[in-house]
């Protein structure tokens, strides 16, 4: 079965403390990218990986940092520099750069304790 | 910059009826344009896309509609039923902070009653 798989589901964060999402694909695809969604709002891009061991920041990239090691991988660490962490986090793939329509995970929702 | 924004935050519609959801957005240069469905607590599902050289295009009871003269975009759903009931959000290709990438809306609820 192809598709991008997020985990965990629910996450929590204590104050002061990294925490590291999962994504991972199968789909072969080149671009990966790591979206967040708070409520009411549109998703506003984290970072975005074109390539193995390449990445870019995107709109709100304070904060996080991600690694793109393997192609169908590129976890997202939330850390303790990120005040405002509570919010749904999408992780989505596209076959390569460009205006290819986007492949979207379950999401993760992080919650801080 | 490219803004998206859509008309209403809400709609309510009748099961049967069809549902039309507006998309404005800014950037005459944008061509490529997608919707999404979201459904509660899961990710968003590629519903149809459209590109800058087309004004219609039809997948199975939607149909994209792209109007570059006023920069507006709208998905309409035929025969709106309970499933399709969801937030729905519109994203234009567009460039933004220096790179090209797909700029979303704040979406629209979709809500179908029987």
């Known amino acids: 079965d192809g598709g991008i798989t997020q985990s965990p589901k629910y996450l929590f964060r204590k104050e002061g403390q990294n925490v590291t999402l999962s994504c991972e694909q199968n789909?072969?695809?080149?671009?990966m990218y790591w979206y967040r969604q708070d409520p009411g709002q549109g998703l506003r891009l984290i970072y975005y990986s074109q390539i193995v061991n390449d990445f870019q920041k995107g709109d709100i990239a304070e904060g996080y940092s991600v690694s793109r090691e393997k192609k169908e991988s590129f976890p997202l660490t939330v850390t303790s520099a990120q005040k405002n962490p509570t919010a749904f986090y999408l992780c989505?793939?596209?076959?390569?750069?460009?205006?290819?329509?986007?492949?979207f995970g379950s999401g993760t929702q992080l919650s801080v304790l | 910059g490219e803004n998206v924004g859509l008309h209403l935050p809400t709609l309510s519609v009748q099961e049967g009826d069809n549902s039309i959801i507006n998309c404005a957005y800014s950037?005459?240069?944008?061509?490529?344009f997608i919707w999404y469905k979201q459904e509660s607590g899961k990710g968003p599902q590629f519903i149809i896309d459209i590109r800058s050289n087309m004004d219609k295009r039809q997948g199975q009871r939607v149909t994209v509609l792209l109007n570059k003269t006023v920069k507006h975009l709208s998905l309409q759903i035929a025969a709106t039923q309970p499933g399709d009931s969801a937030v729905y959000f519109c994203a234009v290709a567009g460039r933004s902070g220096g790179y090209n990438k797909l700029i979303f809306g704040a979406g629209t609820r979709l809500a179908v009653h029987p």
């Open positions: 989505a793939s596209s076959p390569g750069q460009g205006y290819e329509k986007l492949f």
């Open positions: 789909l072969n695809h080149d671009a």
């Open positions: 950037n005459s240069a944008s061509d490529y």
